[in-house]
């Protein structure tokens, strides 16, 4: 979309979570789709209306004609399966004793998110994690969710006691897989897919060779 003059940050942003913004962006993704350009997908016009239809009966099973009441898809909702968490551990800050300031509250979130989607690797059909707090087992990404944030909690990804709630070099480098695993249940009645190739475990050093 042409706006004739240049955008601000904020206005970029506010703009790029609008549907123009969305349509812009997927109908060019749908020309290079036409074209045979794509990577990873070929295009078949004929089934559109196929793939209409059935996206159209999983909204109206799920959710009849209420559509604002459809939540928005993201890490955001994965976090807070069940039960509020970002905002509660937000409020949490606020009222200690040397509240952050909104730029620090936004380092610590965008440490959350990115530390939680990196974790998401994907966990098997078996797998599940059972919150103490809620007395409630969530699996898939809800569940790695959930456990990326009670991990996040706990400053499993910080290496300061001072400050547990950020992920830093020194928190990601003392990160093993059996103290992942420890942190997310696995065991033998409890298996995780993938566990050892988690995107923040560091690989082992190898070993040298020479003498």
Not at 62 to 82: C, E, K, Q
Request: net charge positive; aromatic share 8%.
């Amino acid at each position: 979309m042409n706006f004739g003059q240049p955008l601000s940050p904020q206005q970029t942003a506010a703009y790029l979570r609008t549907l123009p913004a969305i349509r812009e962006r997927c109908s060019k993704v749908h020309e290079l789709a036409k074209k045979g350009e794509l990577q990873y997908f070929k295009y078949h016009p004929k089934k559109e209306n196929d793939v209409a239809e059935f996206c159209l009966s999983i909204i109206q099973r799920d959710f009849g004609t209420n559509y604002a009441s459809i939540p928005p898809h993201g890490r955001w909702r994965h976090l807070d399966a069940g039960r509020p968490r970002v905002f509660p551990l937000i409020a949490k800050w606020k009222a200690s004793p040397n509240p952050p300031d909104t730029k620090e509250i936004c380092r610590r979130l965008i440490d959350l998110f990115l530390v939680s989607v990196l974790l998401d690797a994907g966990a098997g059909n078996t797998w599940s994690y059972l919150e103490s707090r809620s007395g409630k087992k969530f699996s898939r990404s809800e569940g790695l969710g959930v456990a990326s944030i009670n991990m996040f909690e706990e400053g499993f990804f910080s290496g300061s006691k001072e400050n547990p709630h950020q992920v830093d070099a020194e928190g990601l480098a003392k990160i093993t897989t059996e103290a992942t695993a420890s942190a997310m249940q696995v065991s033998e009645t409890n298996p995780m897919v993938g566990i050892d190739g988690s995107n923040v475990i560091a690989p082992e050093p190898k070993q040298s060779t020479q003498g």
